[in-house]
């Protein structure tokens, strides 16, 4: 029964990912978009801490967890984003519903792993106009662009030794970034248009370590070395550009433009390796409390076809700390008493410096893992509450409320068959 309802879940949400609008952020014109959450519901309400393993989760951002699992496990998450954006003159309120993750983890023996899904990456999703007046004449440039890329994965983990386990995944990228700067001028009867657009695709490989020793005979000490290797992706660009009426909206004399000759047709995107060290202390089944550091070298972030002249990358990094509570898990009078407690915070510099001013991001998390009846499998709700930018130097501040749900359904693939 519980293939079936998953089934189901992958056919009715997997038909829209690659059309899915996921984000409204301006922010997503820079780079490849806003990078999304790789995180599991039950991860993102700890502030994003992902070092803990156990045997009916899948946990998306640390891979040698997967040497935990006892039972196959189906997950599926969705997030709706409600964005408040503000200048120094103007504000304006959107919102975006998402499918964030579809994923299985299946135990191959005691102590090893696998799991493989799809999720985005990446989203494109920004409508931007900008005015200004010179010598009496009015010029508007507008700006679109939608698209981003998307990750299918697969990863194994195994324990090496009993307080020792690692993992591996390989993820494959892929998708499409389209972008529309259109000028117009009080005193033209024409308009100007540039469209391009970039088709990607490439691997990338994460590795995990966790070292979880008994540091009492009830508490546990949880470390954890992750490494996202440098992902390297192909692109195929285009661009056209041309002139449209005013009036009519009618396209004139557009033209493509020959990149092939610019060597600018096949241009390489790079986004580079990322590390995170993790720490924290437990009581199992009971209680958990950790922080991870982030560090990535993004001044080498290299992408050439989308340049943008007030953009400087620079080193980006994060910090979070989260942690869960179970009053009692095995409470079979008190049904709160079995409910999973979440909370957490992340700070990160985004590494995009954009006219002279950094862009950091805030978040506040919390959230509940409610037991679904007697049975082991969970319904995650979260909530999180942030603000990201700055409404100096004519940019924009974001104060978002995101609220994700996340499904996680617990079978046993191999049983062994009894004759009586």
Known sequence: MIKKIFVAIVIFTSLGLSAQNGTVSPYSYFGLGDTRNSGTVDNQMMGGVSMVGDS???????????????????AAGISYNSLSLKTSDASQNTSVTNLDYLAIGVPLAEGFGMGFGLMPYTSVGYDLEDSMTIDDVAITNTYAGDGGLNRVYFSLGYQMLEDVSIGATVNYNFGTINSTRVQTSSDAQYGALDRRETRLGGFDFNYSINYTPKISEKYTLYTSIGVDTQVNLNAENSQSIGS???????????????????????????????????????????????????????????????????????????????????????????????????????????????????????????????????????????????????????LIKENYFKVNIGLSLNDKWFRKRKIN
Not at 279 to 291: I, N, P, Q, T
Not at 312 to 334: C, H, K, L, M, Q
């Open 244 to 394: 449209f009426s005013r009036v009519t909206g009618q396209e004139i004399e557009v033209v493509d433009v020959n990149l092939d000759a610019q060597a600018r047709k096949f241009a390489p995107v790079r986004i580079p390796t990322k590390t995170t060290l993790g720490v924290g202390v437990g009581e199992d089944l009971k209680w958990f409390l950790g922080a991870e550091y982030t560090f990535q070298e993004f001044s080498k972030y290299k992408n050439d076809f989308f340049e943008v002249n007030n953009l400087v990358y620079n080193d980006a990094s994060g910090f979070a700390i989260g942690g869960y509570f179970v009053p009692e898990y095995n409470s079979f009078t008190n049904y709160l008493k079995r409910v999973v407690y979440r909370a957490g915070l992340r700070i990160s510099q985004t590494g995009m410096e954009i006219n002279n001013e950094d862009i950091n991001d805030f978040g506040i998390t919390f959230g509940t893992g409610l037991p679904l009846g007697r049975d082991i499998s969970n319904l995650n709700i979260g909530f999180e509450i942030g603000k990201r930018g700055t409404i100096d130097a004519g």
């Open 56 to 74: 009916i989760h899948i946990n998306l951002k640390n891979p040698a967890a997967y040497s935990k699992l006892m039972l196959t496990t189906y």
